[in-house]
Structure formats: structure tokens, C-alpha cells
């Protein structure tokens, strides 16, 4: 069974730095596209970052050279790395497997999320 | 970047049809996704592709796409359907995903 467990959220200041983790099973992350989403309170999701089952990787420009995503193989986990924090960060953030067709893509599976604040 | 566009909410009757729609110029190329949105539970793939549903949807769910528009079909609405739903497309700079519709069963 397939699944995806986010933690690592929680309360930082503005200018902070956090580190997300997601763990999954019953499949092996380095062998699949990954992707972060988040959503803010009160808006949509929104897609953060990718990394390729190749190692390239990806951001919104609404993260880029803030958020780095990454994983470790050997522990089968994903990560997202969060500097400079600012508010508008605050989000639950969501890790999601990416299927990949001659056609088009989707993201199959999800985890819960985990919440992220950023606030004095 | 482009961008979908969704109605911010429709209602319907319990076995009732709703279309949910999701405009951009990204879908006269590529398929839109969708997906279900409920609090404190990881968001649900429902459909993908030209029409298709993972194993476990029920097949009151259906996609279809007309020029700009994806559409979101739910043919006999449950109650358990009432949520957030979210078209997802691609386009040239990454990922984007529509503005989202919450769907309400009376």
C-alpha cells in the first residue's frame, strides 16, 4: 500500500529556516517524479517544487533560492528545505507522487500534510 | 504563467448532476486532473486524463475537455462528494493549478 507521510511542520519566525520530511512506502521515491503543494489558509493549493526520478529539480518561482527540494534514497524519505521564511509561507504542506503519461501527468497519491506558520 | 479558472462554489441535490468547470489556455493542449479536497484528510485524485478514474472512484465521476475548458462531472451526487475540487494542468513553467470550486450537496 502506498503512502506518504509528511512532518517536520510547525511555529517560525519570519526570516527562519524549517525542514520537511516526508516518508513513504510501498513504492521507492528515487524511482518517481516528487512534488511539494502547499495551501495557504484560506487559498488554493498551490505547487511548490519537483525533483525528477533523473535528480533534476524544480521550483516556483514563488520559492526559488529558498526552498530546496531533496531526497534521501536510503531512507526512502523526501524533503523540502525552507529558508527566509516569511509569512506568506504559512501553509499545510503536501507531498504528492507524480505519474507521467505520453499525454499528460498527475499527482496519484498524497499525504496528509503538515502545517507550516510563519509569525512573530 | 497561465491560469485556471474554476467557479468558487456550486451546490446541488443529493442525487442530483453538478459540472464543475476549469477554464485556461493550457488545457487546449494538455488534460487536466482533479482532485478532492477534505479538511484533515490528503487530497484525492478522482480524475486524470483524457477520462479516467483510479481504482476506487466511483463512477459517478467523470472528465471531459472542450477547447479551453476541462469539466468535472458528478452524476448522482452523495453527500460523502461534498468538498473542495481542483483541476491541475501543466504548462511551460511548471505546475499550476486551478482557483478551486466547493461543492455543496443540499
Known amino acids: 500500500e502506498v503512502q506518504l507521510v509528511e512532518s517536520g511542520g510547525g511555529l517560525v519566525q519570519p526570516g527562519g529556516s524549517l525542514r520537511l520530511s516526508c516518508a513513504a512506502s510501498?513504492?521507492?521515491?528515487?524511482?518517481?517524479?516528487m512534488s511539494w503543494v502547499r495551501q495557504g489558509p484560506g487559498k488554493g493549493l498551490e505547487w511548490v517544487s519537483v525533483?525528477?526520478?533523473?535528480?533534476?529539480?524544480y521550483h516556483a518561482d514563488s520559492v526559488q533560492g529558498r526552498f530546496t527540494i531533496s531526497r534521501d534514497n536510503s531512507k526512502n524519505t523526501l524533503y523540502l528545505q525552507m529558508n527566509s521564511l516569511r509569512a506568506e509561507d504559512t501553509a499545510v504542506y503536501y507531498c504528492?507522487?507524480?505519474?507521467?503519461?505520453?499525454?499528460?501527468?498527475?499527482?496519484?497519491?498524497w499525504g496528509r500534510g503538515t502545517l507550516v506558520t510563519v509569525s512573530s | 504563467s497561465s491560469e485556471l479558472t474554476q467557479d468558487p462554489a456550486v451546490s446541488v441535490a443529493l442525487g442530483q448532476t453538478v459540472r464543475i468547470t476549469c477554464q485556461g489556455d493550457s488545457l487546449r493542449t494538455y488534460y487536466a486532473s482533479w482532485y478532492q479536497l477534505k479538511t484533515g484528510q490528503a487530497p484525492l485524485l478522482v480524475i486524470y486524463g483524457k477520462n479516467n478514474r483510479p481504482s476506487g472512484i466511483p463512477d459517478r465521476f467523470s472528465g471531459s475537455r472542450s477547447g479551453n475548458t476541462a469539466s468535472l462531472t458528478i452524476t448522482g451526487a452523495q453527500a460523502e462528494d461534498e468538498a473542495d475540487y481542483y483541476c491541475n494542468c501543466r504548462d511551460s513553467s511548471g505546475r499550476i493549478f486551478g482557483t478551486g470550486t466547493k461543492v455543496t450537496v443540499l
Open positions: 510501498g513504492f521507492t521515491v528515487g524511482n518517481n517524479y
Open positions: 504528492a507522487r507524480e505519474q507521467w503519461t505520453a499525454d499528460d501527468y498527475y499527482f496519484d497519491f
Open positions: 525533483i525528477y526520478a533523473g535528480g533534476s529539480i
